[in-house]
């Protein structure tokens, strides 16, 4: 998509991701440092910065998520940064925002500054939380609809690769939970609270995108081309997740 109209969005660079919802196209910024996000109301002839967020209640948004048609956002309070982080749904693409967890405890992921990309992973109630960046160690868990929060280790999960970001993306597969990091793609069978690698020899790629198309798992990765595994490898008899 291309914005040719003045005063709204055009530099096609700038966003990695385009996910349809309702009737609107939601743009997602390509480097995970941006925290900028943009709306198309006409089918992505024009976009224009997704600023009703903040003027609904006054949060800078660290990251942003779509799930079963709605919309979910992780902010924090512009007036003072370290104010507690709330999720917030919208279930009109965006238009209007309600907040559904508050108090999440960030903190615990260590110091977050304004911008930095936080990772953020919604599926029905399971909601997943982690810091982008270097030496990650915690990931927040919730199993409630952010009702409740643990904060879990990393290294005691499973999760080997704590020099680098903690997850790149993550798909629902039936009851697995599938993980693209820097070092390879996990497999979860207990909905995130644990880890392993699943295909050992594909440790070595930076794998930055996974979609699930036609009974096949396939992987973005970054200089090494994109790859696929049949998800009949899992044994799975009905096949769910995000179809591109």
């Known amino acids: 998509y291309e914005s040719t109209v003045s005063g709204s969005w055009n530099n096609l660079s700038y966003l990695g991701t385009l996910e349809p919802v309702a009737d609107r196209v ?3 910024p390509a480097d995970s440092d941006l925290t900028q996000f943009f709306v198309s109301d006409n ?3 024009t976009f224009l910065p997704l600023t009703s967020l903040n003027e609904q209640w006054d949060v800078f948004l660290f990251s942003l998520v779509v799930n079963q048609g709605k919309v979910y956002a992780l902010g924090a309070g512009n007036a003072a940064p370290n104010n507690p982080t709330g999720l917030y749904q919208s279930a009109d693409a965006g238009k209007n925002w309600s907040l559904i967890s508050s108090d999440i405890p960030i903190d615990s992921l260590g110091q977050i500054s304004i911008p930095e990309g936080v ?3 919604v599926q029905n109630d399971l909601i997943i939380i982690a810091k982008e960046g270097f ?3 915690r990931y927040l868990y919730s199993s409630d609809a952010g009702a409740t929060w643990q904060t879990v280790d990393a290294l005691a ?3 080997h690769h704590i020099n680098s970001e903690l ?3 993550i798909i629902a597969a039936g009851s697995y939970l599938i993980a693209s990091t820097r070092s390879g793609v996990d497999l979860s069978a207990d909905k995130g609270l644990s880890w392993s690698p699943w295909s050992p020899e594909f440790q070595s790629f930076h794998v930055k995108d996974l979609e699930i198309h036609e009974g096949f798992l396939w992987a973005s990765a970054s200089e090494s081309g994109i ?4 998800l009949g490898d899992l044994n799975l008899k009905t096949v769910t997740g995000k179809v591109f």
């Not at 790859?227 to 049949?230: A, F, G």
């Open 157 to 159: 999960a499973g999760i």
């Open 227 to 230: 790859w696929k595994r049949p």
């Open 119 to 121: 990772f953020l992973f």
């Open 167 to 169: 997850f790149t993306d």
């Open 26 to 28: 939601i743009g997602f």
């Open 135 to 137: 030496q990650q160690t």
């Open 43 to 45: 089918q992505g002839l």
